[in-house]
């Protein structure tokens, strides 16, 4: 029996020293490890949501850029003075500086402090011409001639698609100012509910707006004389005329949308270089004598024919208008050059030349019945209401007008005016409308360092 139960005796050793100290050893690497795996999570999760906050910040800069011209971005930074509040370009607080190069080129530009999600950083980007035949565009660039008591406006080929960025603008704020409304518990134009949070963070800027959605229906070019101020002054301005149909916008927090309309809107670009909006082409004591305007035409959208591309504008403008307003009582000749842009083939041109209308509006001014003949072309006008309307078919590609400030309208016996015998001098210039660009974020102060991120694009006058 002792045996039996010898045998079933228990062994209370407890565990020796050596095998404490391995299980101890073998527990810390195992911790070791999962802390290890803790510590680089945390730093990839950090870089992760630095490296989504930068990319942001670089596509806002992105959308600055893609928004204006290269040459008004140009003009912009390059406007910096330190003695002028405001001066300089902008964005999110960060003040832009102009480094090196010039538009149609290589341009390097710096924004510092720029703040982002309450970060600092600053930024360089850069411009670089693309390598393709098609970045650049022949345009046709007129020199008036010298004449002595002459005025001269010339428009240029980008004027209508800087409209439009413009137009864009503007409906980007009343986006904004929908859906801030909507959300916030107000009508637009009203101040949002300040308990709803989400809607002061709205915000639309111009790249965001879906341009198919604009409509602009009329281009006003006006010339503008006078001596009320005892100087005789010219001034130019352009406004367009632009509807926008079914914009959709998000009216509440579930994501249901509702849309709004705008109607008869204007938008006056700045031809000016001091936001006075009008462009002063003559200011002097002595009379004006010659008014020379050089324009490019709007055309109208016109679809596909003939196996034929559309031969639209970006905008497709349906009515292109011109005012003469003459009111300093003396007699200007006035000479009207309607521009060929070298951007269209001479296939889409001839197709949008077939549809192509302009309505002259004169006061205080007349046009010689012998000179509709070649009123911006090939085809007659006709007078309809003190208005001349020039439309039909032909390659009315550039033509030359005139018209004369006269009390009363010119008799059979009041002979027509020559031409000018010094006509404009025309060349043909290469103007860059693609480049590449490359945008480093770096920290504040830090632009000698390796950036933070970059993003690289390519932007489309």
């Known amino acids: 029996m002792k045996e039996m139960l010898g045998s079933t005796k228990r062994n209370n050793a407890g565990m020796s020293l050596v095998e404490v100290v391995a299980a101890i050893a073998i527990l810390s690497i195992v911790i070791l490890a999962v802390l290890q795996s803790f510590v680089y999570s945390a730093r990839y999760n950090a870089r992760s949501r630095e490296r989504q906050q930068t990319t942001a910040a670089a596509q806002t800069v992105m959308e600055n850029f893609k928004a204006y011209s290269v040459q008004e971005i140009y003009d912009q930074f390059v406007s910096y003075d330190p003695n002028v509040s405001g001066s300089g370009y902008h964005l999110n607080g960060g003040l832009g500086s102009y480094y090196e190069g010039v ?36 345009t046709l660039v007129y020199e008036p001639p010298t004449q002595e008591h002459a005025a001269a406006y010339v428009g240029y080929a980008g004027m209508d698609a800087d409209a439009l960025r413009g137009i864009m603008g503007q409906v980007a704020e009343k986006w904004t100012e929908y859906e801030r409304a909507a959300l916030g518990g107000g009508a637009p134009g009203t101040t949002p509910d300040p308990s709803a949070t989400s809607a002061p963070a709205i915000s639309h800027s111009p790249a965001e707006v879906d341009n198919s959605k604009i409509h602009i229906t009329k281009r006003d070019l006006r010339i503008d004389i006078d001596n009320s101020t005892g100087n005789y002054v010219a001034k130019v301005n352009c406004v367009y005329t632009y509807d926008v149909t079914d914009y959709p916008y998000i009216k509440d927090t579930h994501g249901g949308t509702d849309t709004f309309s705008l109607m008869g809107q204007t938008y006056e670009i700045d031809l000016s270089n001091d936001n006075s909006m009008s462009k002063v082409i003559f200011d002097q004591a002595t009379a004006l004598e010659c008014l020379n305007l050089y324009y490019y035409p709007a055309y109208r959208y016109v679809p596909a024919v003939s ?41 889409r041109l001839s197709t949008a030349e077939n549809v ?24 007659t006008g006709v007078i309809v209401d003190s208005k001349i309307h020039v439309s039909g078919s032909g390659s009315r590609y550039h033509g030359i007008g005139y018209a004369a400030a006269y009390a009363n309208y010119p008799t059979a016996g009041n002979a027509s005016p020559a031409l000018p015998t010094a006509m404009p001098l025309e060349t043909v210039r290469d103007r860059q409308i693609m480049y590449d660009i490359e945008i480093a974020i770096y920290e504040s102060g830090l632009t000698h360092q390796d950036p933070l991120n970059t993003l690289k694009g390519t932007i489309i006058e």
């Open 103 to 138: 538009p149609g080129g290589y341009l390097k530009f710096i924004i510092s402090d720029m703040r982002y999600q309450e970060e600092l950083y600053d930024v360089r980007i850069d411009l670089f011409p693309h390598g393709s035949e098609a970045s650049q565009v022949s």
């Open 307 to 347: 196996g034929l591309p559309g031969a639209d504008s970006p905008v497709r403008i349906g009515e292109d208008n011109i005012y003469i307003n003459n009111s300093s009582g003396t007699d200007i000749k006035c000479y009207i050059y309607k521009q060929k842009n070298l951007a269209v083939s001479d296939a």
């Open 356 to 379: 192509y209308e302009v309505n002259l509006h004169l006061n205080g001014a007349d046009v010689y019945d012998d000179n509709l003949n070649v009123m911006l072309g090939s085809d």
